[in-house]
């Protein structure tokens, strides 16, 4: 078994939507868990928003007052890359954007342990890509969670040229033993599921664009009678439309710009206009404030 040891601390860089969902995950499964956040302020947020999540689990009967305590009491922010030294793992859930991914992990090469492994919660990017820089990039895996992180058990652990296989299987068995059903696979574009979805989202936005039928329609059919439990609207408003437009346009682009994976015109209009989902309070749909689950 080499999955990493309960005791040891995971860092999560980058602590928005996905950061705190794998911070729930590694702390449920008993890890102390250091945040970072480059944005000010932003860790502390977070600690208090997973704080606030664990706190409802309690309430629901999901989780032991106790042991809520206890993960609180193993929560800890950093302000600082530095504060990251003792980390076993580091998952990194910053933006999608290749050069600020490459930097930050060439920042942490320099700050962790031998032994740490890095690891990339990318959607699109080519792991490969990410870790190029890197003095070793035989310690870098992709391991891509699907939102909600604490309730979706699926991780793809993705190598890339340089992953060395005890790095992939010790991701591998790390997410295996956070109560997660990991899938190993290779570093091509969108890797399994983000690439099939493709064209799930596409011909939606298509029906949409050709005026064949309104979003809560499209949402109801797939929900009705293809068995999905949520519709391409309502899921891409709780994944933000900024995230999803920006892993269509990273498959895209790695296809060498295929008309098979032609990102929508619909969805970078409410990219542009702001309009990002349940994040801000409208995407598709519009919802009573930022952050709510239902459209108002
Ligand atoms: P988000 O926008 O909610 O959070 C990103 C966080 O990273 C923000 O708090 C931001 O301040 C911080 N950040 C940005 N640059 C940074 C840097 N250089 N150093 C430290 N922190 C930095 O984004 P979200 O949705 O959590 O996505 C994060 C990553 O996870 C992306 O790579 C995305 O493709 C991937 N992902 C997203 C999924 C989703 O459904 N939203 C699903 C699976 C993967």
Redesign the pocket.
Known sequence: MTAIDRARTVAV???????QGIAQVALLAGHPVRL????PG?ARE?AAAVGARLDRLVEKGRLGREDAAGARARLHTADDLAELADAAIVVE????HLP?KQ??FTALEEVVAEDCLLA??????SVTAVAGPLKNPGRFVGM????PAPLLPLVEVVSGFATDETSATRAWETAAAWGKTPVRCADTPGFIVNRIARPFYAEAFAVYEEQGADPATIDAVLRESGGFKMGPFELTD???QD?NE??SRSVWESFFQSPKFVPSLAQRRLVESGRLGR?SGHGWFPYADAGASKPA
């Not at 859930?93 to 999608?96: F, R, T």
């Not at 891509?144 to 939102?147: D, E, L, Q, T």
């Open positions: 860089v980058g602590t928005g939507t996905m950061g970072y956040d480059a944005g932003r977070a859930a910053i933006v999608e600020v930097q930050l990339t919660n990318t959607s699109s990017l891509h969670f699907f939102n709780l994944i933000g995230v920006a892993v994040k």
